[in-house]
């Protein structure tokens, strides 16, 4: 029996780079309009560059040993990506990295303690996101396809875009949970669902411990605001170029099943919410919503 062929190791944006070449500058700016720049800052203030960067190194050298290796037929059905917009998306990956090598080296004589705090609040983020992130899930199968608690579900779920967003959500799951365990309609549903006290509990100390990760990491910035302005923007860029990139893929797939789908981890949360293609309604029906008539 033959061997499988061994796969094709994902090449480093700086290999890629030399490989496509530098972009053609009128497909960077056209990619990058002024108009742009305050929509790009307030995508880039919502996700860490580390996440950013995590995802954009996988998915452009995913995409770069696809493409390399992709028949004729594959590149003509792969609508939205060529390779003049991964040299842009990878240029702008390289220059956020060297951005934010830039701006955390300009910290102070703290800067040990800070990036402790920093590590801090990033954990307690992501514990504290993964428990809310659960709650919904459960609160879901107690309040079953009742269309006035589902909204107010969603709007006490709310956003995580930093620390205390975070935590306020957690506070309002806390207190609906203990609305929907009251209510002689929903207390059955809460049980099976495995809310109890306990839980809401969990909830709320949660929220606290949230607060407190964010007191201890509240001077962690010590560059002027241009520099976060600038880091923040060049961080919604580069989640724009990915979204494009992802659902390029995503939706030739739907055409050719031999063309990857390239799926996002870190960012996955944000890229959900931008220009997310309609789910089908087997997986409208999997995700537990009607299909839209």
Known sequence: MADSPTPQPIPTLDQIAQALGPPDPEVLAAMNPEESQEAFREIGTQIASERVLID????????????SKAAPQQKKKLKGFSPGLLAVAVDRTLALEKMRRE??????????ARLGSEASAATA?????????QA???????????????????????????????ASGLDRLAAFGREIMDAPKTAKRAEVAG???????????????VRAAAKGASGRLTANPTS????????????DLLSHIVHAFSAARER???????VPQSTRRL???RNKLKPKPEEEAAAGTPPVG
């Open 103 to 112: 701006f955390t080296s300009a910290g102070t004589t703290d800067k040990s």
């Open 256 to 262: 050719d099943g031999t063309i990857p789908r390239l």
């Open 56 to 67: 954009m190194n996988r998915i452009l050298g995913t995409a770069f040993v696809f493409w």
């Open 271 to 273: 890229l959900s919410s």
């Open 125 to 133: 983020f992501d514990q504290a996101l993964t428990l809310r992130d």
């Open 195 to 209: 809310i109890d006290a306990d839980y809401l509990v969990e909830l709320a100390s949660e929220a606290v411990a």
């Open 228 to 239: 976060q302005g600038a880091l923040d923007t060049l961080d919604g860029l580069c989640i």
């Open 136 to 166: 919904e899930v459960a609160f879901k199968t107690a309040i079953g396809t009742n269309l006035a608690l589902r909204k107010r579900l969603t709007v006490a779920v709310g956003n995580a875009g930093d620390l205390e967003a975070l």
